[in-house]
């Protein structure tokens, strides 16, 4: 049986390299998985620019892979010779970044003589929160990152169905341009956070998001401009980032818990980098759901969701990918 699989992510920004260990079923439990290594390399190179340069990305990926695969064979006390399994995520994502993960971990694969997993990004956000318990689907699944605000009804492993999107700005962008906006740094959802607590959530309203929609959509481009329109007429950026970060949570955690009452779920799990977030895990724990967040350095992007996605889906039984899979840019779940 498949014990050690490794995990590779290169859809952005960050090169991360994780592994995770299939633990059999024994003495009456049903087995688990555990995270042995999760090393990621942010790259700094973009802040000049003011956002990642996908050239630069890819460059950086290949400079560093084998780097973060060495330091995560040495966090988990492991050889490349115990690895029983690899698996990279093949997309979405900058095509050139995605490319240097996945043909780094189709080689290694091969040369290795183990079957290789090409992952979805989002699946790897789900599967983060594998690492604190074995998730029975049905669940529901929010994914809020810096690309994406995703809300899936997973009715089965490999079976996820889209329940809402953002109609505009991801969750992590809105955060990212309004603390750029209040001059509180990049990345701005921990910039945001951390201001909040010295600031005033009362001291500037907001509306609402797609109020009184019957779908369970999300739209952050609302949320933004009035954020700046009250930057603009005076509003100290502490209480600006409590009253932003109040609406932004509080809009999320409702359209969540409608769809959970409306699809009969009990379960959700909220991954991605925003689940990072303090005031949104404190909103989501007095909803009376079962939920589930990564653990820590799980959140945002890493290597370690993409061994839990290959995890689920060798415990799911499905096939290994082809080693023709290509990257892909755009790629529906
Ligand atoms: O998942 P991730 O690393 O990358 C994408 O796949 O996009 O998410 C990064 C996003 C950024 O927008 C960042 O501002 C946001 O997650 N973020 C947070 C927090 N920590 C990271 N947003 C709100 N609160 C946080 N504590
Ligand atoms: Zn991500």
Redesign the pocket.
């Known amino acids: 049986m498949t014990r050690f699989i490794l995990g590779i992510d290169t859809?952005?920004d960050?090169t991360g390299v994780g592994i995770v260990e299939l633990v059999p079923a024994s003495g009456g439990t049903g087995g688990g998985v555990e995270v042995r290594a999760n090393r990621v390399w942010s790259q700094t190179v973009h802040a000049q620019y003011g956002g990642v340069m996908p050239e630069l990305a890819s460059r950086e990926h290949v400079e560093r892979i084998d780097s973060i695969l060495g330091d995560a064979l040495a966090e988990s006390g492991l050889d490349l010779t115990d690895l029983g399994a690899v698996a990279a995520t093949s997309g979405p994502g900058l095509v050139g970044a995605l490319l240097v993960g996945l043909m780094y971990g189709k080689g290694l694969a091969q040369a290795l003589g183990v079957p290789f997993y090409a992952a979805h990004?989002l699946e790897g956000?789900i599967f983060a929160a594998a690492s604190e318990e074995q998730l029975q689907a049905p669940y529901l699944a929010l994914v809020v990152?810096?690309?994406?605000t995703h809300l899936f009804d997973v009715v089965q492993e490999g079976d996820y169905r889209l329940v809402g999107a953002t109609l505009d700005d991801?969750?992590?962008?809105a955060?990212?341009k309004v603390?750029r906006l209040c001059g509180l740094g990049y990345?701005?959802?921990?910039a945001?956070?951390e201001a909040a607590t010295r600031g005033d959530p009362d001291a500037v309203p907001f509306k609402e998001p797609l109020k009184g929609q019957k779908a369970f959509d999300f739209s952050f481009s609302g949320l933004k401009t009035a954020a700046l329109l009250a930057h603009k007429a005076g509003a100290k950026p502490e209480d600006l980032a409590a009253s932003f970060e109040r609406a932004a949570v509080g809009f999320l955690v409702k359209t969540t818990v409608r769809a959970a009452e409306h699809l009969g779920r009990r379960t959700v799990v909220v991954s991605?980098?925003?689940a990072?977030?303090?005031a949104?895990r404190d909103a989501f724990a007095q909803t009376g759901l079962h939920v589930v967040f990564p653990g820590k350095g799980l959140?945002?992007?890493n290597g370690a969701m993409i061994a839990l996605a290959g995890a689920a889906a060798i415990r799911a039984g499905r096939e290994p990918s082809p080693l023709s899979v290509g990257a892909q840019a755009y790629a529906p779940l």
């Open positions: 859809s952005c960050d990004h956000h990152s810096g690309g994406h991801a969750a992590g962008e955060f990212d603390a990345p701005g959802g921990p945001i956070s991605g980098g925003v990072a977030n303090r949104l959140n945002t992007d």
